[in-house]
């Protein structure tokens, strides 16, 4: 299986604009620019598309180790924050809060951590990556 997306970009870095789109359509000509990356711009960037995929995939980690524990999820919320740093990208933490029923802290401790390295997109990235955990 392959997932795509297309890039297209006109003008120069600072003063250009460009538009992404994948192949689901979810994000069609979605625009992006050096003012939605660097600054406070209108539209999307790279590495809050990052943030995105990581807490999806980290969040369905999650309910899956949660279910092949024994535990099923009311409900799980994740927000992924990766930090950028002069252009560096420096990290991605993932913040779960989860309502679990019949699960000690503990235990939804111990399977966030795994979930944490093991999503498939934690593996792919080779920056540093942190969570935190909180059951309500």
């Not at 604009?17 to 600054?39: C, D, I, M, P, W």
């Not at 980290?58 to 924050?81: E, I, N």
């Amino acid at each position: 299986m392959k997932r795509t997306a297309t890039a297209h970009w006109e003008g120069d870095l600072k003063s250009g604009k460009g538009a992404l789109s994948t192949q689901s359509t979810v994000l069609n000509q979605s625009q992006y620019s050096f003012k939605t990356r660097f600054e406070d711009g209108v539209g999307t960037n790279p590495e809050e598309l990052l943030a995105a995929a990581h807490a999806g995939c980290f969040t369905m980690a999650v309910s899956a180790a949660l279910g092949q524990a024994g535990f099923t999820p009311t409900s799980l919320d994740t927000t992924a924050a990766v930090s950028l740093e002069g252009l560096v990208i420096t990290g991605s933490h993932l913040s779960i809060r989860g309502t679990v029923p019949d699960i000690t802290p503990e235990k939804f401790q111990e399977i966030v951590k795994g979930a944490e390295q093991n999503c498939l997109v934690s593996k792919a990235l080779s920056i540093p990556i942190t969570s935190d955990a909180t059951l309500v």
